[in-house]
């Protein structure tokens, strides 16, 4: 028996990384070496379609500010 998968497919259309023309999503979808897949979806002047440049930027990373600002509550705890 196969189930479906819950998520949709965002590669549409995933070709051979070598063959993607100007202008396609560069991630790589499947297969190593010579036979990775991209994506290949259309991301114009980015490397990156808009669902996987969202997943390529990762978590935001705190300003020197908010950095500064853990410490000093930190150790104000510690006293």
């Given at each position: 028996?196969?189930?479906?998968?819950?998520?949709?497919?965002?590669?549409?259309?995933?070709?051979?990384?070598?063959?993607?023309?100007?202008?396609?999503?560069?991630?790589?979808?499947?297969?190593?070496?010579?036979?990775?897949?991209?994506?290949?979806?259309p991301c114009g002047a980015?490397?990156?379609?808009?669902?996987?440049?969202?997943?390529?930027?990762?978590?935001?990373?705190?300003?020197?500010?908010?950095?500064?600002?853990?410490?000093m509550r930190f150790l104000?705890?510690?006293?």
């Amino acid at each position: 028996m196969t189930f479906a998968s819950r998520r949709p497919t965002i590669a549409n259309a995933p070709r051979p990384w070598l063959t993607r023309l100007k202008g396609e999503c560069a991630y790589p979808v499947g297969g190593e070496g010579m036979a990775t897949r991209s994506c290949c979806n259309p991301c114009g002047a980015g490397a990156y379609c808009p669902a996987h440049a969202a997943a390529m930027r990762g978590p935001a990373i705190p300003s020197a500010t908010d950095y500064e600002r853990e410490i000093m509550r930190f150790l104000e705890q510690g006293r």
